[in-house]
Nanobody, 125 residues
């Protein structure tokens, strides 16, 4: 099992930046592919970005391409989401997730077995 703790959320003006972090427990972090999802009030949780176990391949939702970057540091058991050019519609609770199943299909919420508690991101206009 792995426990995930997100941090780095907050309030930012439109056009600003935030970096989210997700720290994982355990000694097998490098065996997990990682993803970021978000959920706004009244909406379903949606895929944002994912990264394979070795960090060699990344995936992004179309609405964040060119603005968000996912990365990981396996030595620190941490995955990051750098968010630039933030828009009010990016306001959501952001969750990190982990899976040992495979390095493909990472855009599907059902692929993931472990979830963090979420961190709130609010973008003001």
């Amino acid at each position: 099992q792995v426990q995930l703790i997100e941090s780095g959320g907050g309030l930012v003006q439109a056009g600003g930046s935030l970096r989210l972090s997700c720290a994982a427990s355990g000694r097998t972090f490098s065996s997990y592919a990682m993803g970021w999802f978000r959920q706004a009030p009244g909406k379903e949780r949606e895929f944002v970005a994912a990264i394979t176990r070795g960090g060699g391949t990344t995936y992004y939702a179309d609405f964040v391409k060119g603005r968000f970057t996912i990365s990981r540091d396996n030595a620190k058991n941490t995955v990051y989401l750098q968010m630039n050019s933030l828009k009010p519609e990016d306001t959501s609770v952001y969750y990190c997730a982990a899976t040992q199943r495979a390095d493909y299909g990472l855009g599907y919420i059902g692929r993931y077995d472990y979830w963090g508690q979420g961190t709130q991101v609010t973008v003001s206009s």
